[in-house]
């Protein structure tokens, strides 16, 4: 079954912590980058962060500093440690691979942040 499923959104003050989790299915995971992407209202999506096989990173640069990517290559997991939160950080994030073709998206988990 190809599937992504996101975990761990919710509300939280500016300046708290989230951390999101990923499970996704092997066929996706397995010899891919992976990543994660975010979609505020009335924006196109955007990657957020992805890492490779080997653990090589990258962050946009908003994000840089504050929040930190990380895989499970046992599991099949894909995190996404997010500290600093700010307003501009509210969006609906997903996980997918970080290669030219995507997978089918999941439906995402909704990070909030409020003042």
């Known amino acids: 079954q190809v599937q992504l499923v996101e975990s761990g959104g919710g509300l939280v003050q500016a300046g708290g912590s989230l951390r999101l989790s990923c499970s996704a299915s092997t066929i996706i995971f397995s010899g891919n980058a992976m990543g994660w992407y975010r979609q505020a209202p009335g924006l196109q999506r955007e990657l957020v962060a992805s890492?490779?096989?080997?653990?090589?990173?990258y962050y946009l640069g908003s994000v840089r500093g504050r929040f930190t990517i990380s895989r499970d290559n046992a599991k099949n997991m894909v995190y996404l440690q997010m500290n600093s939160l700010n307003f501009e950080d509210t969006a609906v994030y997903y996980c997918?691979?970080?290669?030219?073709?995507?997978?089918?998206w999941g439906r995402g988990t909704q990070v909030t942040v409020f003042s």
């Open positions: 997918n691979t970080a290669e030219n073709y995507l997978a089918d």
């Open positions: 890492i490779t096989i080997g653990g090589d990173t």
